[in-house]
């Protein structure tokens, strides 16, 4: 699994930035303040997206896509949970998908296999399939949201309603 210290920090750090997401670093051994699952995923508070080095990039981008795809209104508040719907978590997942193309030495064939190690389930049994074969509601729900275009690509917008 590919962890934030194998990775481009600034590069990622930017990645976040554009999407209005500040990339904080916790001491090794620290809790991350803000995680959802605890241990080294990644925690979020506000505009702060919180890590250690041993956070998995995936973890890192599952948050930002949650940051991106919530309402402002819940973006206010946000503290640990993200909350929404299934619909916006399957948004989520394939967003995160997306965004590992823009990390260097990610990108999304390694996003798959993190995703699937982690332990992400999908009805068609792996991530790869479900993103290639299964997750049209996923694209539509982003595309209906402005976060991709109409060929599934960044539009680098944060949702807005």
């Given at each position: ?48 997206l919180l890590a250690r080095h041993d956070t998995p990039i995936h973890s890192i981008l599952h948050e930002a896509a949650h940051f991106i795809c919530m309402t402002p209104e819940r973006r206010v508040g946000l503290d640990r949970d993200a909350g929404g719907d299934d619909d916006e978590e ?72």
């Open positions: 699994m590919l962890r934030l210290a194998d990775c481009d920090h600034g590069a990622l750090a930017r990645l976040l930035y554009a999407y209005g997401l500040d990339l904080r670093l916790v001491a090794a051994g620290d809790a991350i303040p803000g995680s959802y699952w605890g241990e080294s995923e990644a925690g979020l508070k506000g505009s702060t399957h948004a989520v997942c394939y967003l995160q998908v997306l965004l590992a193309d823009g990390v260097r030495g990610f990108g999304r064939e390694r996003a798959f296999r993190d995703m699937d190690e982690w332990g992400y389930s999908f009805r068609l049994g792996s991530t790869r399939a479900w993103f290639e074969q299964d997750a049209e509601g996923a694209r539509e729900w982003l595309q209906a949201h402005g976060i991709i275009d109409a060929d599934a690509a960044l539009t680098g917008g944060l949702r807005d309603a």
